[in-house]
């Protein structure tokens, strides 16, 4: 049952990335790279910023619940947490990366020819 709901926020996750990314995507990445340049401005930005973006909230929650699954002894992860974390982080702006690239600067990274 809980790798169905596990695969289930992963499905409602790469759908909101597909979904709102074509919207937005070009400003968040060009805001990634300034801030990535310039970390003093993305404190004082991040500040001012009084929800907490989709995204991290469903990974917020995503990462609750699979400690939870550990806790309770329905999962057993063969890495650490912190390792499992920190890979679906990486794959997740990986993703988000890539088609962003694609959809906004018409660019093939990330597609097999």
Do not use: W
Request: hydrophobic share 40%; aromatic share 12%; net charge negative.
């Amino acid at each position: 049952m809980s790798e169905s709901i596990l695969s289930d926020i992963f499905e409602l996750i790469n759908a909101y990335i597909s979904s709102s990314l074509s919207g937005y995507g070009k400003i968040y990445f060009e805001l990634g790279t300034i801030f990535a340049n310039e970390p003093e401005r993305f404190r004082k930005a991040r500040a001012k910023i009084e929800e907490v973006p989709t995204l991290e909230y469903l990974r917020q929650k995503t990462n609750a619940f699979i400690e939870q699954k550990v806790g309770d002894g329905s999962f057993k992860p063969m890495v650490p947490l912190q390792d499992i974390f920190m890979f679906m982080d990486t794959a997740f702006h990986g993703i988000v990366h890539d088609l962003i690239l694609s959809k906004c600067y018409q660019t093939n990274e990330g597609q097999s020819n």
